[in-house]
């Protein structure tokens, strides 16, 4: 009997993989290469930056130290979402509108980017429309009320409507919330199938595609960037970091700025035809600070996550876990049965935006999408590429964001995280 893969860097066993079909390999790095960029990071930032830099000539190399989709791009909750992490007119009190606009706009964009780049390479990506975002408090729903008007008048986006709570319960299959907003315009895809189909078109195009390849060092010296394997150097005029939560110790600044949060879902037996759990087939996220986001697969599966740090010894330990969530919100299936449980590992930063950056000469690293990767990280790839290509004005409105540290440093951090992390879990309960 074959076992099936475990990423040696995230926990448990993936239903992606088991269903995205073929998952090719990908040889080791053996010996020097030189190129026109370097890419550290086999995630969907780093393949997409590959596949668009190889599709317009350019000489690119990509090291994963694992395999392609063993961190969070190939085990992700799959929702696309609109806009970025924080609300548009949240952003519009930090940045002012027109910011606000341009930021809500070039995520609208990804979203499309997304969808095109898939259909227009031959990726079946699973797609399936709609997101409801759901209070958990009823103190929120104003917040919620005010925030479908607000996109429609302000942001120009009519696809977001508020519903009250007889309609979240009908569209959700329980009456657990108070209310919150449907999202037409959005959706959700199989994480797994966009990475195969990703790193596929960028090998086709000619990018140099390596895993079991670890950067040991990365360095920016005389106009060249060179990073350092056990098995060979890499010597490029430019260099993209795209580890996201998975960076270590390879470059400070990064490390400071974007933080590893634990991750876990449970997929569930096909749920029977007539049941009641989300029939019209949206994703689901709510308010919690430690949130809850759960949809159907295309098979009828309950893909059911929750972001809290546990202590996971056995991948069986995540089945309880997230079994008990479920029964919170559909108690029907508090016995249902529970084929998957797996996790991976979320880079965030301090306010929830992403981290971009120049961190050396000529190394831009990019991550800490905070749970709102799956569109935007992607894009981040192309707009890495019309970096390249001369054009940086697009990839500044992320440059320009304010990203503080961590407070505590490298050392300290992890604690402080873990304690507000907590607090914060606490605060959702109450």
């Known amino acids: 009997m074959t076992l099936p893969y475990q990423s040696p860097i995230s926990p448990g066993y993936s239903w992606y993989e088991d269903t995205a079909g073929p998952r090719p390999q990908h040889p080791r790095l053996d010996g020097d290469r030189t190129a026109d960029v370097v890419i550290v990071g086999g995630g969907f930032t780093g393949l997409s930056a590959a596949a668009h830099l190889a599709k317009a000539g350019t000489n690119v190399v990509l090291i994963e130290a694992h395999r392609f989709g063993d961190g969070a791009s190939g085990r992700n909750g799959g929702q696309l979402g609109t806009g970025q992490r924080a609300w548009a007119e949240e952003l519009e009190t930090e940045y002012g509108f027109t910011r606000a606009k341009a930021l809500f706009d070039i995520a609208e964009e990804a979203k499309a980017h997304l ?146 949060i634990g991750s876990f879902i449970g997929a569930t037996v096909p749920l029977a035809s007539d049941s009641p759990v989300l029939p019209g087939g949206e994703a689901v996220d709510d308010s919690r600070f430690v949130v809850r986001y759960f949809r159907k697969s295309r098979d009828g599966r309950l893909l059911f996550g929750g972001r809290e740090i546990y202590t996971v010894n056995d991948p069986k330990d995540i089945h309880i876990h997230i079994r008990k969530q479920i029964a919170e919100i559909y108690p029907a299936l508090k016995d249902v049965e529970i084929t998957h449980g797996w996790g991976g590992f979320v880079g965030i930063t301090v306010p929830r935006k992403p981290f971009v950056r120049e961190v050396m000469p000529n190394v831009i690293s990019a991550g800490g999408y905070s749970g709102h990767g799956v569109m935007l990280s992607n894009f981040m790839g192309k707009l890495y590429a019309e970096t390249v290509s001369g054009n940086r004005d697009r990839l500044k409105l992320f440059e320009e964001l304010k990203i503080p540290a961590f407070p505590g440093g490298r050392r300290f951090r992890s604690p402080l995280l873990f304690l507000a992390l907590n607090w914060f879990a606490l605060r959702d309960r109450i």
């Open 115 to 260: 969808l095109e780049f898939s259909a227009a390479n031959g990726i079946d990506i699973d797609y399936m429309p709609g997101q409801m975002s759901l209070a958990h408090k009823k103190r929120y729903l104003d917040d919620y009320r005010r925030h479908a008007e607000i996109m429609a008048t302000r942001f120009s986006y009519p696809h977001i409507s508020y519903m009250d709570a007889d309609e979240t319960a009908r569209r959700l299959g329980s009456a657990h919330y108070f209310g919150g907003t449907r999202d037409t315009g959005t959706g959700h895809i199989h994480p797994m199938k966009l990475v195969i189909g990703t790193a596929r078109v960028a090998a086709e195009a000619g990018a140099a595609l390596f895993e079991q390849t670890k950067a040991t060092g990365i360095t920016a010296n005389g106009g060249k960037v060179i990073v350092t394997t056990q098995t060979g150097t890499i010597t490029a005029a430019k260099g993209l970091i795209a580890v996201n939560a998975y960076g270590g110790l390879l470059e400070p600044v990064s490390a400071t700025h974007v933080m590893p």
